[in-house]
């Protein structure tokens, strides 16, 4: 059996051996390589443990001169019974294979970790928005249950108006989003670290102005002002996947863009003088950030791929984002049309939506048309929550997994490859990230000297991010062949 660090260490390798020698036994013994894979051995037929040894197989190959850690001394030797000793004249048995010859390289799966999400629900507070607002109270304890039996971190943000039912801002008929437990807390409050909500009026065609002006806190867009509320980036975590759903029955206005049902007829007016035009759908990502065209009064934020949101540590905050949104769209092909009545008296809906379809196409969001009333919501939240769980980007850095039976931890022979959905690829190694190829990427160990690690540099980490979406994809390491270089 194996016995204290200190005790093994000095049967193994006495005063009278090398002092490196002891050192790996006692290293050995005190496992600061075990989860790394390393194999042990101790000698057949022996009442304890007389000697560090590693196990091996495979093909044959040259013989390779012994490191002088794995040579065992004359003191050590006691018989024919030692079945795995190792000597100055003969090589180290090697399940590892060199790359120029032929090798026997297996595969282990890397635990590959996912990050956490961060879902901004952004719900429309209009009169007409009742009957939705009813749907998103009563859904989201379910989809957040669905998100918990994926096993991922997730935070649920939502922006609108907090309590019960109807109420009356700056003279206008509002309804209010109370989100019940087990989700939010009770009485409509809070619910950390899972559930947050912001007080924001969400007006009918302003949603996408207001998270760029309350993400940012402009002027306009703080808490007391019309439009805006309380801060909330820090609500975001730097390294979660971010995705948006946006809930309403109208269209987010966009200079020169449709105000009505009609998306060829009357557009909204942007000539304030000296403004920065907010006229695209992806203004919402890369807005300069300005004062609005809209109103003089008011000051819009940068969008959120702008470099204001780029991290020193962890890059762009909304990097890889996804928006979703359930909204009055009603054709795959024309976004001109609306799933109901549009724009009069009764209409079932204000505007087809074709700035949200537009953001929604762009990131692979997913949709559900407000017209459908009740049946809409469950299919709606499940696609939801499928596309989240899909989109959350894994960790780039794993850990190095042990190696199979009858293998061990060589730091030069470890083959990284991704198993994606589109097929493998062969991933090579670089020494350090600042080696990283910006065209074809690579991976490097976390610390060359005493690894624990396996990092994709970031064109490989993009590339796993893509194409690693569910547990029939991942990232494998391969023991036994020199590295494929980088």
């Known amino acids: 059996m194996v016995r204290d660090g200190d005790d093994l260490a000095n049967r193994i390798a006495p005063p009278a051996a090398s002092r490196y020698l002891r050192g790996m036994a006692f290293q050995a013994v ?21 000697l560090v040894a590693l196990l091996a197989g495979g093909c044959k190959r040259d013989p390779v001169e012994a490191p002088d850690a794995y040579i065992v001394p004359t003191w050590a030797d006691t018989g024919p019974d030692d079945a795995f000793l190792v000597t100055p004249d003969a090589p180290l048995p090697d399940a590892n294979q060199d790359a120029s010859s ?13 990050l956490p999400v961060d879902i901004i629900w952004v719900v429309d507070n209009s009169s007409s928005m009742a009957p939705a607002i009813a749907e998103v109270q009563a859904g989201m304890n379910a989809f957040a249950t669905r998100l918990g039996e994926s096993d991922l971190d997730y935070r649920l943000i939502l922006l609108s ?3 019960v039912g109807e109420t009356t801002r700056a003279g206008s008929r509002r309804f209010q989003v109370c989100m019940p437990p087990p989700v939010g807390g009770a009485d409509c ?5 899972r559930f947050y909500q912001i007080e924001v009026d969400i007006k009918s ?39 948006f759903v946006v809930v309403t029955d109208d269209n987010a206005r966009l200079c020169d863009g449709p105000r ?14 000296g ?64 799933c109901g009545v549009c724009g009069t008296s009764g209409a079932e809906v204000s505007s087809p939506g074709p700035t949200y379809s537009a953001l929604v196409r762009r990131t692979s969001g997913v949709r559900a048309q407000i017209c459908d009333g009740p049946s809409a919501w469950g299919p709606f939240f499940d696609a939801l929550a499928t596309n989240v769980v899909e989109t959350s980007r894994i960790d780039c850095q794993v850990a190095i997994p042990t190696p199979p039976d009858g293998m061990f931890f060589i730091a030069d ?74």
């Open 189 to 193: 409050a809070d619910n950390p670290p």
């Open 413 to 486: 022979r470890v083959n990284v490859r991704i198993r994606g959905r589109d097929g493998n690829t062969d991933v090579g190694r670089v020494i350090g990230v600042g080696a990283c190829n910006p065209t074809t990427g690579g991976w490097y160990y976390d610390d060359e000297s005493s690894p624990m690690t396996i990092n994709l540099c970031p064109v490989s980490c993009d590339l796993a991010r893509d194409q690693v979406r569910s547990a029939a994809e991942g990232v494998d390491v391969s023991f036994g062949c020199d590295s494929l270089p980088g």
């Open 161 to 163: 108006l907090r309590g």
């Open 102 to 114: 032929e090798c026997a390289a297996r595969s282990v799966g890397a635990l590959v970790e996912r």
């Open 275 to 338: 403004t920065t035009h907010f006229d695209q759908p992806e203004d919402f990502e890369t807005y300069p950030g300005s004062a609005s065209p809209f109103s003089s009064t008011v000051q819009l934020g940068p969008g959120i791929l702008s470099p204001a949101y780029d991290l020193p540590d962890t890059g762009p905050l909304f990097e890889g984002y996804v928006f979703n949104a359930i909204y009055g769209w009603g054709s795959e092909t024309d976004d001109g049309v609306a």
């Open 30 to 50: 005190r496992g600061a390589r075990w989860n790394d894979g390393m194999r042990w051995a101790r000698r057949a037929g022996a009442p304890s443990v007389g």
């Open 205 to 243: 065609t302003q949603p996408l102005e207001q998270i760029l002006g309350t993400l940012a806190q402009t002027a306009g867009y703080t808490e007391g002002t019309d439009r805006g509320g309380p801060p909330w980036l820090e609500l975001l975590r730097p390294e979660a996947t971010k995705s």
């Open 260 to 273: 009505t049902c009609d998306i060829t007829g009357s557009t909204w007016s942007c000539t304030l003088p």
